[in-house]
DNA sequence: TGCCGACCTGGTACCGGTACCACAACCATG
DNA sequence: CATGGTTGTGGTACCGGTACCAGGTCGGCA
C-alpha cells in the first residue's frame, strides 16, 4: 500500500505537539526572543518527533527576504560562465544564499524576460553576464532596482550604465597578445571572432563601430587587437578579421579563406575555445602546422591547451573569482552599502607555451 | 536625488487603482472566474499604469506551487554537467518553471544538506546527480518523498533504491571501446580513472569489489573493461588499472609508472576527460605518440578531440539529452503520474577518429 | 409573474511563517 | 511595600496572493 503522506507539519503542530503556544514555538524554532530551557527543550523535541522542518517560502514571505540570488548568463553549458556561476554559489552558499541560473542564449528578450522571473521570484540579487549593448537597452535592469532589488554585472560591461561591474581587461589582454606576436616578428596576423555581420567592414572606422555596437568583450579585444597594430605601425587589413556566426565551423571556414590569400596571416589570434579549435581545423584542412606555420594565441585556456603539439600559449580567465567577487560586490549592496558603480577588474594570466614562434616564410 | 523606492505595487493596490473590489482586481489578474469585459480594462490600465507584477512569493505560499525545480550536482563547472543542466533548464523553462542549482563537490553530507535546502524552499522536484553509493545512504530522498517532491536521479542509478534514473549503458559503452581496441590487437590496455584508493587491489576480485562501493558510473565502467577482457579471454592484470586520487595529475604519474612497466600497455582507456588529458601528458612525458605507439580512446568528446594529431576516438555522452530525459521523467511525476521506478537508457555514439591503430612491438 | 441559472462582484478565510504587543510572574531595589 | 526591570508566554496582525462563498443583477422560460 502507498504510504499515507500527510502535509508537511508546521509551527502550529510542533506547538501543539509541545503544549504550547504558536508564538513560543516560533520563537524556539526561529531562534529569537526569549524561551525558558525547558519549554525549548519540550518545543526541540516536539519538531525533532513530527519532522518540522520551516517553510523558507512562508518565512521569505513574511520577512521579505529570500535567500535566493538570480544569475543570467548566455549558456549555462558553456564551461567559462559554468566556471563563473559556480563561483558565484560557492561564494553564495557560504552566505546562506541559493542561486537560481537562468540562460538566455545571448538574447536580450529572454534576458529581459528572465529578469522578470527573478524580480517575481523576489530574489535578493541578481548577477547577470549581459547581452545588453548599451543603456539604452537595459531599462530590465531599472525595474529590478525599482524593486530593490541589487544588480551587479559579470563578465560583460554595459557602457552607459550605472552598475557595477567585474570584468577582466579584454582590451589589454588582447593588446598584450597581439603584441606579442608582433614582438615575435609576425605583421600578418589574424583575428578569429570578429563582428557577427555578413558583409566584412572594409573601413577600419567601419570594423570598429560595428564592433562598438556587439558584445562588449568582443568589441575590446578587437579594440585591442588594434591598438597593437597601431603601437608598432602595422596597418590594418580587413581581410584578416573574420565576420560571420560565432561557430566553430565559421571559424573554420573564414581561417581557410584568410589562408588562402595571397598575403596570408602568419599567426592568428583566437578569442574563444571554438574560435581557436575551428582555426585549428583550418590549419590542418591547409596543411599547416601551429607555430611552424603559423603562430597562434587564444583566449581561455583549458587542459586539452597542454596536450597539443606543440602545447597553446593562451591567456586564462580566472572564471570562478569573477564569480566570487561579483558575489562579494552584490552581497555588499544587499548589505545595504551604497553601490560604488566601479568597474572591478580582475587579472587574466598570460600562459606562454609553444604556440608562438617567429613567421615563417611559405 | 535618489528615487524614492517605494515598496511593489500589491493586488489590492491596482484593486484600488481601478475602484474594484481585491478579488475582482485577483481574478482578473490570475486569469480565472468571471470578469466583464470592461472591469478587466480597468484592472489591466490600472496594472499597466502601477507597474504591477505578481509576487511569485506568495503565490506559491498560496497555491503550494513554486514553479521551481532543484538540481544537485557534483560540479557546475564540470563541462558535462553543465550540458545536464543547461538540457534540463532548458525543458523546466519550456514548462514555466525555473532551476535551483546546487554543487556538492561530489560529497554526501553536502548531498544531504542541498536536498533539505531544496525540501524547504518547496520546490516542486528534484534532479539529482548522486554521490549516494547505496540505498541505505540515500534516505534524504525518503524525506523529499515525504514532502511530496518527487525526485529523478540522472547520470548515476543508485542500486536497490527505487527510483527513476536517467543514465547511459556506461557498462556496455566501456565494453564496446575495449573491444575495438582488443579487435585491433591489443591485449594489454590501460584503465584509467579506477578506484580512488591508496593501496592498488591484486586481486580482481578485490577490484571490483572496490569499485562497486565506488562511484556508480566508475565502477560500471570498470565492469566494462573486465567484460571485454573476459570475452577475449585477456587475463586481467591490476598494474594496468590507475588507483588514487581522480585528478589530472595523478594519472598523468599512474600511467607513467604503467608505460614504464617492463610489459607495458600498448593501449588506454580513459574515462573522462581529464583522465585523457592527464594520460596524453604520461605519453608526451614517455616520448610516445598517440595511435603509433599508444592506441587511446576516452569518454566525453570535445571539440578539442578533433584538432589533436591524431585526432581522438571518443565516446559522446549525450549529456544535454540526459537533462531534458531526466525532466520529462520528473514533469511526468509532478503531473501525477505514477512513477515507473526504471533505468531509462539513453544512447552514447562511439565516434571513430585515429587514435586507434594496432599495437606497435616497441 | 415567479423561478432558475448564468454572469459578475466583493468579503473573507487561509497558506505558514515573523514580529509586535499585552500581560503575568518574579526578583531586586529604594 | 510600591516600583520597575527582566524573563517568559500567548494572542494577533500582517506579508500578498488564492479560493471559496454569499449576494446581486439580469434574462429566459414555464
Redesign the pocket.
Known sequence: MAAERS??????EV?AGA?????????T??G?????????ERVLAAAERIG????A???S????ISNTIGVIVADIANPFFGGVVRGISDAAHARGYDTLVLSTNEKLPEEVAATNVLIDKRVDGIIVASAALDAASAAHFEQARDHGIPVVLVDRAVPGLELDAVVIDNRAAARDAVERLIAAGHRRIGFVWGPPVQERPRLRREMVDIAARNLWTDGERLQGYLDALDDEGIVFDADLVMVGEKVEENARVEVRQMLALTDPPTALFCTETDAMTGSLQALRDAGLRVATDVSMIGFDDSSWARVLEPPLTMIEQPMQALGTRAAEVLFGAIDGQEPSVELHTLETRFIERASVAPPSDR
Open positions: 502535509a508537511p507539519p508546521t509551527i502550529s506547538a503544549g504550547v503556544g504558536r508564538s513560543t514555538a516560533a520563537r524554532l526561529g529569537y526572543g526569549y524561551v525558558s530551557p525547558d519549554v525549548r518540522y522542518r520551516a517553510n517560502l512562508a518565512r514571505m513574511s520577512t521579505g
